[in-house]
């Protein structure tokens, strides 16, 4: 059994307008991606809106596409306006707004960035190539909205596709190539293979990613082994994707990351901190576990960029210590993303984490756990240099009086207790719990004979 807050996921429903399609096209991600809905006329007729939200999401359709295959649509419950998976899709009047002032058109300056048209090196190993503007969703947060406004020229090889594999043959410092759009899994299949195959072939790439969203909209497009074949015959591969809320983790989105597994490749997770969505210690937790529990290995957590129309998504950098706070520790290492803002004017994904160094001097650092133990760490094994002097807390561990400090009531030491009372250790031995309260400073701050960590 899991937890009430961390329930496997169910079969998701289906919107009625959909109730009677047959399997079959269901799971066609051909007749998903025809039946998309990609107007507000659409949205008027399948989900509650008042008049000046059907006016404003009228004319958002200028600035940017929609798109929501029946699938991903059918995840939203219609009787929660402020549902995470309606708030990532469908478009919203807060769209319009700019309190700030501070929101812009390209926040990551990609395109200064950009040496050929579509390519980005900004890393000094690394190239980001936009290989479509098309998505199988439109995100209302997406960071790169200016390149998917793009019309046409979906399907043949361009001039600027030619050159941006040019660029990368010709500067064998770049050994890590993320393909990216729009999303890549959009492509036909004579363009896919144009660029993974021409990267695969070049000796210097060691790494090729690919920067998608289908196993979280369209997962159906996974069951196609053409697609499966290519993808993991390049032997370079690996899958960045994108899951933001515990509800997109589904039995079909499931299926899909299994067969890219059985392909031999990784897939990672991008999430983005989203308020409304995911920014609580306990969605975060459930999406972190659901992607564990499908081997999904979750890679960062992006502060969401400064890009027009997204501003409505954006929370405090102290919201995202906070949720990271309540993961280290917490749950397994495997499931904590590194937590990232991607700096304005170029400047790449910066870590921001909740401080665990708390003091240092030439012998030791002084460093904190998830539970609130501070714990001496001497990092080199050299004597101590250190002038012991009477002094008490954290600089008591810093002079080698102390070893640690601990929290009252700590759980884990309850347990140590318990098991100390069932099972009493050896003769002679002693363990830091022990010896920890008798080391110190009295009332009169004289240094109790015998303390100390070591030489």
């Known amino acids: 059994p899991f937890p009430e807050d961390d329930e496997p996921p169910g079969q998701p429903r289906r919107h009625p307008i959909w109730a009677h399609v047959p399997d079959h096209q269901w799971n066609d991600w051909r007749w998903q991606a025809q039946n998309s809905i990609k107007t507000a ?84 190993d690394r190239a980001l190539l936009v290989s479509t503007h098309v998505c199988t969703m439109y995100c209302r947060f997406c960071t790169r909205k200016r390149a998917t406004m793009v019309h046409g020229g979906y399907d043949k090889i361009s001039g600027n596709d030619q050159r941006m594999i040019d660029y990368v043959r010709n500067h064998p410092e770049i050994r890590d190539v993320i393909l990216s759009g729009g999303d890549p899994l959009t492509l036909n299949m004579n363009k896919l293979a144009f660029f993974l195959e021409n990267l ?42 994108h899951f933001n809320h515990p509800r997109e983790i589904t039995p079909e989105s499931a299926r899909g990351v299994k067969a890219l597994l059985a392909q031999g490749v990784p897939v990672n997770n991008h999430s983005v901190l989203l308020k409304g969505v995911n920014d609580d210690l306990g969605t975060m937790r459930s999406l972190l576990r659901g992607l564990l529990r499908i081997k999904v290995r979750p890679y960062y957590l992006f502060h969401c960029d400064p890009v027009i129309g997204a501003g409505h998504f954006r929370t405090s950098v102290w919201k995202g210590m906070e949720i990271m706070e309540g993961l280290r520790g917490h749950m397994s290492g495997l499931a904590i993303p590194t937590y990232v803002v991607d700096s304005p004017h170029g400047g790449g994904k910066i870590p921001v984490m909740p401080n665990y160094l708390i003091s240092a001097s030439d012998d030791a650092v002084v460093l904190r756990n998830y539970e609130g133990m501070s714990v001496r760490y001497q990092a080199q094994d050299k004597p101590s240099t250190t002038k012991a002097t009477p002094t008490r807390g954290v600089s008591s561990l810093l002079h080698g009086y ?54």
């Open 41 to 124: 006329r659409q949205l008027r007729d399948m989900l509650p809106f008042n008049e000046a939200e059907l006016r404003a999401i009228g004319e958002l359709e200028r600035d940017y596409k929609v798109a929501i295959p029946p699938y991903y649509f059918s995840l939203i419950d219609p009787t929660n306006p402020d549902d995470p998976i309606r708030a990532q899709s469908v478009p919203s009047p807060l769209e319009a707004e700019n309190p700030s002032g501070y929101e812009l058109e390209d926040p990551l300056e990609e395109d200064l960035d950009s040496p050929v048209p579509g390519l980005t090196h900004r890393y000094p």
């Open 200 to 241: 695969a072939a070049m000796p210097h790439v060691d790494v090729i990613r690919i920067g998608t969203r289908v196993p979280v909209t369209l997962p159906m497009r996974l069951r196609d082994t053409q697609l499966l074949d290519l993808i993991g015959s390049v032997g370079k591969v690996w899958i960045q994707t």
């Open 402 to 455: 102390r070893s640690m400090l601990m929290p009252e009531n700590n759980e884990r030491m309850r347990r140590r207790a318990l098991r100390m009372v069932s099972d009493p250790p050896r003769p002679g031995y002693t363990t830091n719990e022990e010896s920890e309260p008798s080391c110190g400073f009295g009332a009169e701050g004289n240094g109790s004979p015998g303390c100390g960590t070591g030489p």
